[in-house]
């Protein structure tokens, strides 16, 4: 895989690409950004550029950031760096912000000494996680956000299907800018583990309290998993109250959009609203300590008696 297969980060191709063909590259990198975005791809895609340009005797090598890095790798990193090199090597090191405080020290000091040959690309989700020693002696390069439609592209063009399917739209749309989660949401469950959790919010109008608070007491209660139920609903809500406002945006749910409008009837725009700002400001408690079990069941019975307003 080549620089060229890199999907929406124009920046950091451009940069790394002229690095190679000027034979000016840095000898370490930092990509930082959002999971999923391509930072991992694309310092494997430059690897294979410089084991090419380095002959047989190049070598690479991954060092995985989980749970943690530890002193001992960076040791030996440092070993297998200072071999005499026929080839190029390069290092990987994935999520460098979970080295330990004495394997970061230590790694600045193989940053400090570059050794010809020898390529660092570090990747993290969490620049501001890592000493500002090591980060000064990187070269930063950001990975953004990917468009909606770019996203859309690259789905249709991995699947064959459609770039208007809905499926397509609905990946693209739920992956909030990263190639990665698009792909983890094209090939897992998520897609319909959503229409389970809009399936059940269509039904609350019509449901009794009891058997709301019975919905409630059956919802999963991984804090993640409920975090990613309550982007849901807070899109859910926002359309309703789209339609009851006669707005004309696109929908998040637009393979909803019959449901959405016979239950728009059922709320006033004062209603949706503040369910609106009550699961905003759930999304704070549940990233916190509240109680899920406690913070579902008040919402959905929210949701229920604002049926009735």
Not at 184 to 200: F, T
Not at 274 to 290: H, L, T, Y
Request: proline content about 3%; some cysteine; charged content about 25%.
């Amino acid at each position: 895989m080549g620089l060229d297969s890199i999907v929406g980060q124009s920046l950091a191709v451009s940069i790394l690409r002229r690095g190679l063909e000027t034979n000016t590259l840095s000898h370490a990198y930092l990509f930082h950004g959002d999971a999923g975005l391509g930072k991992e791809t694309t310092a494997r895609a430059v690897a294979d550029e410089l084991i090419k340009q380095g002959g047989i005797y190049s070598q690479f090598r991954v060092i995985e950031g989980t749970p943690s890095i530890k002193i001992e790798q960076i040791r030996l990193l440092k070993e297998q760096s200072e071999y005499s090199q026929n080839g190029n090597l390069v290092w990987l090191i994935k999520d460098v912000d979970n080295m330990t405080p004495q394997a970061a020290n230590a790694f600045l000091k193989t940053l400090e000494e570059p050794v010809k040959g020898v390529y660092f690309f570090l990747t993290t989700t969490s620049l501001h996680s890592l000493l500002p020693t090591i980060v000064s002696r990187c070269q930063l390069i950001p990975f953004r956000s990917i468009s909606e439609d770019v996203i859309r592209d690259y789905l249709a063009e991995k699947t064959g299907v459609d770039r208007e399917d809905v499926k397509v739209r609905l990946a693209a749309r739920m992956a909030r800018g990263s190639i990665g989660r698009a792909i983890e949401y094209w090939d897992g469950p998520v897609l319909e583990h959503r229409r389970e959790v809009l399936d059940r919010l269509s039904q609350i109008p019509i449901l009794s309290f009891p058997e709301v608070l019975g919905m409630s007491q059956n919802w999963n209660e991984d804090r993640q998993q409920v975090l990613m139920d309550l982007q849901l609903m807070l899109e859910w809500y926002r359309d309703l109250a789209a339609i009851k406002s006669g707005v004309d945006i696109p929908l998040y749910n637009p393979d909803y959009e019959n449901e959405l409008t016979e239950i728009s009837a059922d709320y006033s725009y004062r209603s949706l609203f503040r369910i609106i700002q009550e699961i905003s400001e759930m999304v704070s408690a549940i990233q916190g300590n509240a109680r899920v079990r406690f913070c579902i069941g008040y919402l959905l019975l929210m949701m229920k008696k604002g049926a009735l307003a």
